[in-house]
């Protein structure tokens, strides 16, 4: 799970990144949240592709702190860490990201941050 919360607050959930575990005990299991490190930017209304079975790729951001909507991250779930990639031309949120054979991320449309007018663009990371 990654980032989200109230977007006119700034809420520590924005920074979250919370792995699903299951505990198996007596032919049952159980399920609970792992937190792994936070992100560097507070996200809402961003897009996560994962990479390769190891990365996770989250983009944009409708919360305009720190350049949110234009930062791009990178979570290692081998080192539990993050690396900032290079930002997006265009802030944007409630858009769509693909991995395509781990090679390239594409990430497309939303909403501008800018003038908050659909965007139809297309940039490849």
Request: one cysteine or more.
């Amino acid at each position: 799970m990654i980032g989200g919360g109230d977007y006119k607050q700034l809420p520590d959930t924005m920074f979250r990144c919370r792995q699903l575990m299951r505990i198996f005990e007596s032919n049952n299991f159980n399920l609970y949240f792992k937190d792994m490190k936070r992100m560097q930017f507070p996200r809402h209304g961003h897009s996560v592709t994962s990479i390769a079975d190891r990365y996770i790729l989250v983009s944009g951001s409708r919360k305009e702190v720190s350049l949110a909507a234009q930062k791009v991250e990178l979570y290692d779930s081998h080192q539990d860490d993050w690396m900032e990639l290079a930002m997006l031309q265009e802030g944007r949120h409630y858009h769509s990201s693909c991995n395509f054979g781990n090679k390239y991320i594409f990430v497309f449309g939303g909403i501008k941050n800018a003038n908050k007018q659909y965007s139809n663009t297309i940039e490849r990371l």
